[in-house]
């Protein structure tokens, strides 16, 4: 879910982004402790606590707005 919030956020009310299964999916994200164990067993090798933080924040700001 955190991985995809932007699309998510193009496709979904923002009342679902921001207060609904969505935001509550991202402010379960904040509780991260940024331990790698998703990444290491990531078969893609992607880079999921980057993304995490990125995601994180953009929807921050939004949220803000």
């Known amino acids: 879910m955190i991985m995809a919030i932007k699309g998510i956020y193009k496709r979904f009310p923002p ?3 921001f207060t609904g299964w969505a935001g509550e999916a991202m402010k ?4 991260c402790s940024e331990c ?30």
């Open 36 to 65: 790698g164990d998703c990444e290491a067993r990531c078969p893609f090798g992607l880079p999921i606590r980057e993304t995490i933080k990125a995601n994180l924040e953009w929807w921050e700001t939004l949220g803000s707005q």
């Open 15 to 17: 009342e679902d982004v």
């Open 28 to 31: 379960a994200a904040n509780r």
